[in-house]
């Protein structure tokens, strides 16, 4: 038995120490377009070689990882940064903004055409949710609207941005698109049709108990609500969520529900 223990705690030790090493993850998708991703906030970071240098959509790695993303983006391409984008204004996304900036990158806050990417603007996650494509790997990066790794956060929006977002995303690029979340493993459209259906069934299921006079304590127990946040937990995580993760969402679904109701 202490030998198991011994044994275990040191699997654990080599572990962390090889996600310490690599605390950046390299995906490559096209000969252009590379998804990087830091382990503390598993913010996906879109790293696109365009014809005018470099482009870095949301580059938050964590704070101790931002020279880790330096050496990262350097063993890709010999080049520096040329522009900074970002899927919307929360600081998981933006915190590596000013590390790049003094690099000589710069900050592109409004519309713009950069090559094989474009932009366009939809209210969901937050009043202004900036998704890009890119034409030559087909990839559509949608921030925050549409989550692999967590629930649904539709709360600028509310039921109508959210719609209206999925659907301005399902416009862009074509079936074999790839989407790519702002947190969790890239996806596709079909997995983003999924996640529509699942976060309408989800708001139907609280505002249905919610009407019924049911308070939040009782909403968070009720076994149907815990099979349809399940839907969501896309990697069979136990537990998906922190008790008071599932509160929230909770509370923050019905405040949704009311101000439609007030409009
Ligand atoms: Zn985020």
């Known amino acids: 038995m202490k030998g198991f223990i011994i044994l275990t705690s040191t699997l654990f030790l080599l572990t962390s120490s090889i996600a310490l090493s690599s605390s950046v993850s390299v995906q490559k998708v096209s000969e252009h377009l590379h998804i990087l991703s830091g382990k503390e906030y598993g913010t996906n970071i879109g790293l696109v070689s365009t014809k005018y240098g470099l482009v870095l959509i949301d580059p938050m790695p964590g704070n101790n990882q931002l020279s880790t993303l330096d050496e990262t983006i350097r063993s890709i391409y010999d080049k520096p940064i040329s522009f900074i984008l970002n899927t919307h204004a929360h600081s998981d996304h933006t915190g590596g903004n000013a590390h790049f900036e003094k690099q000589g990158g710069k900050l592109?806050?409004?519309?713009?055409?950069?090559?094989?990417?474009?932009?366009?603007?939809?209210?969901?996650?937050?009043?202004?949710?900036?998704?890009?494509?890119?034409?030559?790997?087909?990839?559509?990066?949608?921030?925050?609207?549409?989550?692999?790794?967590?629930?649904?956060?539709?709360?600028?929006?509310?039921?109508?941005?959210?719609?209206?977002?999925?659907?301005?995303?399902?416009?862009?690029?074509?079936?074999?698109?790839?989407?790519?979340?702002?947190?969790?493993?890239?996806?596709?459209?079909?997995?983003?049709?999924?996640?529509?259906?699942?976060?309408?069934?989800?708001?139907?299921?609280?505002?249905?108990?919610?009407?019924?006079?049911?308070?939040?304590?009782?909403?968070?127990?009720?076994?149907?609500?815990?099979?349809?946040l399940e839907k969501f937990n896309i990697n069979n995580k136990p537990p998906f969520l922190p008790q008071k993760a599932h509160k929230k969402f909770i509370e923050k679904t019905i405040s949704v529900i009311n101000e439609e109701n007030n409009r």
């Open 108 to 228: 592109i806050e409004s519309s713009f055409n950069l090559d094989d990417l474009t932009h366009i603007k939809v209210k969901s996650h937050t009043t202004i949710d900036n998704i890009y494509y890119h034409k030559e790997s087909n990839s559509i990066f949608v921030g925050d609207v549409f989550d692999t790794s967590w629930h649904p956060t539709f709360y600028a929006g509310g039921i109508k941005g959210f719609n209206e977002a999925i659907e301005a995303i399902l416009n862009l690029g074509d079936d074999q698109s790839l989407v790519i979340p702002g947190h969790g493993a890239p996806a596709n459209k079909p997995s983003l049709l999924e996640f529509r259906k699942n976060t309408f069934t989800w708001i139907h299921k609280i505002q249905e108990l919610y009407q019924k006079g049911l308070g939040v304590e009782q909403i968070m127990i009720d076994a149907q609500v815990k099979d349809i």
